[in-house]
């Protein structure tokens, strides 16, 4: 069979394979350098690690949007190894989706667990956590992505998924432990090698969307008050390019970047966005953010974002321009809670 007859596009044979290819040389070539331990082969396998996990999280999120494939199922078929990828498969694949979808019907931010009012029961914890983030470690999304282990076990919907997270558990910590006890440095590369990819995803979702917050993942009754309002879509969502004078750069976030083509054409492949994103803005984008405020903003506010609750009512583009964006924590496709 032409593999391309599979694909949505035929175009996307060589991008595609080329994306995949990459992942897996990143990630096992990372390992292998991790685990063969020098003091060259260490840093480079982190970075190698790091940046496989990136790739994957955001080809992940093109099979979530059915944009490769022209079945659903082969779509779900590389999203679940990808998810075994990037280290998040505690939850499934079809929940991610399942969020992600919800995040494009519903124009908002849906989560279902509120660590915000968690930590501000416990005001120990909170202060670690912001100790923690004041030290760059991500402790938002950790504790996040700990929610896909211990959802199970606390709500009734995800019971059924008690045995999964189990298995995957124990497969997990044992080759973590065994690592640990063989190539202790390569256990230190992969947790560093973790925490730049959770940054990274963190970035690029903090400035995207000036979004409401909404604790109503699992009400599928509740109808957001900007369901499907295209308008309000287009002006609350961002395009923040990590280069626009050398538009490959983008690439190393699968052109994730190109915000606004993403949310005006969803079902669209990572490859083709920079071409519709000039389509859409052929002067230039007026939703497009700058780079260097991100980072400021990023950095400058790491603390405050840990239980930051003005999302959704502040101009994104504005209060980056006055460096005083905020951003958001924990909304990564991800995790699904």
């Not at 004041?134 to 938002?140: F, G, L, Q």
């Not at 045995?163 to 432990?177: E, H, P, Q, Y």
């Not at 599928?220 to 309002?229: A, N």
Request: with cysteine.
């Amino acid at each position: 069979m032409n593999p391309r007859a599979l694909l949505i596009d035929p175009k996307g044979l060589w991008p595609n394979i080329f994306a995949l290819a990459y992942i897996t040389f990143t990630y096992f070539g990372g390992w292998a350098a991790l685990v063969y331990g020098t003091y060259w082969s260490l840093p480079l396998g982190v970075l190698l690690v790091a940046h496989g996990m990136i790739i994957a999280a955001y080809l992940m999120h093109d099979c979530a949007h059915n944009a490769l494939f022209k079945k659903t199922a082969h779509n779900t078929l590389l999203g679940r190894w990808l998810n075994m990828i990037t280290g998040a498969n505690y939850g499934t694949y079809e929940d991610i989706r399942y969020k992600h979808m919800r995040h494009h019907v519903d124009n908002g931010d849906l989560v279902t667990f509120d660590y915000r009012t968690f930590l501000k029961k416990h005001p120990l914890l909170l202060k670690t956590f912001r100790a923690l983030e004041w030290m760059y470690i991500p402790a938002v999304e950790l504790m996040m992505h700990a929610m896909l282990i211990v959802a199970p076990f606390i709500y009734d919907s995800h019971k059924p998924q008690r045995g999964r997270v189990l298995r995957v558990l124990l497969v997990r910590v044992g080759l973590f432990s065994a690592l640990i006890w063989f190539a202790p440095w390569a256990a230190l590369g992969y947790v560093v090698a973790y925490i730049i990819f959770l940054t990274t995803l963190r970035f690029m979702d903090a400035f995207q969307h000036d979004y409401e917050l909404l604790y109503t993942l699992m009400d599928k009754d509740f109808v957001p008050p900007h369901k499907g309002d295209r308008q309000y879509e287009e002006e609350h969502t961002y395009s923040n390019l990590l280069s626009t004078k050398y538009p490959w750069v983008n690439l190393l976030t699968l052109n994730f970047a190109y915000h606004n083509a993403h949310h005006t054409k969803p079902n669209l492949a990572w490859y083709a966005l920079p071409k519709y994103h000039r389509e859409l803005y052929p002067e230039s984008c007026p939703q497009q953010v700058d780079i260097w405020n991100q980072l400021r903003c990023f950095h400058k506010n790491r603390v405050p974002r840990v239980l930051s609750e003005e999302y959704g009512e502040e101009d994104v583009k504005a209060t980056l321009k006055q460096g005083t964006a905020v951003g958001v924590d924990g909304v990564s496709f991800l995790t699904a809670f």
